[in-house]
């Protein structure tokens, strides 16, 4: 980094631009801007985050980098905007099976409390292809408006659907090569490749992520916890360095603000 008047290294470490010689840091344009953190916390929280299958919670990141948990916190939210999916990716193809859940914490009593529908939880969305990408969202309800303008918006028009009996999903075959189902209810779990037994168990890892690791996550902010749980789904066969990388990489023009678009 060196000063293009002087020709001396420059101790702020800033660049400066070739066009209009205004100097810049690495952070601009970045999920880094106008942070105060050393840079040596986002990269030890990065690395967490790329290594951790069900996440790590901003209350260790306060313990290991001795900053505090509002830091944290807005560290760690920065970097899950990084993972967020492009406006621009590509839908899925292929098999692709489709469910939907709840998140919000378990019945307080087992076989009386409800589980999901008609209780306050949060409903969620997913559509996986078959050995592939996924893309899950939060949803407002879980009508057949809802879910099949999900479907639309994430799954190519020529792949094959595959969900439960879930009337919601009546009818959504015409708009695809097929549409073919499970029923649950009959205990019914597989006939022949027909099964959502992929994107239930993808549900499995947010679920213990939550769990586990949040213990509780408000409806807010659920959908960053969505785009990390996603990210580190799609990039699985990456090495933890090289999702690390990655990581790194996507946060480059993104902004997370407090005011005005992209708002924390």
């Known amino acids: ?50 290594t951790s299958k069900k996440g790590v919670s901003a209350l260790e990141i306060k313990r290991n980098c001795q ?18 999916p492009d406006s621009s990716t590509a839908k899925l193809t292929g098999v692709v099976e489709c469910d939907e859940t709840w998140v919000g914490g378990r019945p307080r009593v087992k076989g009386i409390s409800k589980r999901g529908r008609g209780t306050k939880k949060t409903p969620v969305f997913a559509a996986v292809e ?22 639309r918006e994430t799954v190519d028009n020529q792949a094959r659907i595959m969900t439960d009996e879930n009337s919601s999903y009546r009818g959504i075959g015409r708009e695809y090569a097929s549409h073919e189902t499970v029923c649950h209810s009959a205990k019914e779990y597989a006939r ?13 890892l947010v679920k213990r992520g939550i769990v586990g690791i949040y213990h509780n996550v408000s409806k807010e902010h659920l959908h960053r916890y969505i785009w990390q749980f996603d990210f580190l789904w799609n990039n699985r066969a990456l090495n933890d360095g090289e999702r690390m990388a990655l990581m790194i990489r996507e946060s480059e023009g993104k902004r997370l603000r407090y005011k005005g678009p992209n708002v924390l």
């Open 1 to 50: 980094m060196v000063d293009a008047k002087t020709g001396e290294r420059n101790k702020r470490f800033l660049w400066r631009c070739h066009d209009c010689k205004l100097q810049y840091t690495v952070r601009i344009g970045t999920v880094f801007e106008e942070s105060r953190l050393p840079l040596r916390h986002w990269c030890y929280a990065f690395y967490r985050a790329a």
């Open 67 to 84: 900053i505090t948990y509002r830091s944290a916190l807005f560290l760690m939210n920065r970097i899950r905007f990084a993972m967020a």
């Open 130 to 151: 078959r050995g592939g990408r996924i893309r899950r969202r939060v949803v407002t309800d879980v009508t057949g408006d809802t879910l099949k303008e999900a479907i």
């Open 192 to 204: 022949g490749d027909v099964n959502t037994n992929t994107v239930e168990s993808s549900f499995a």
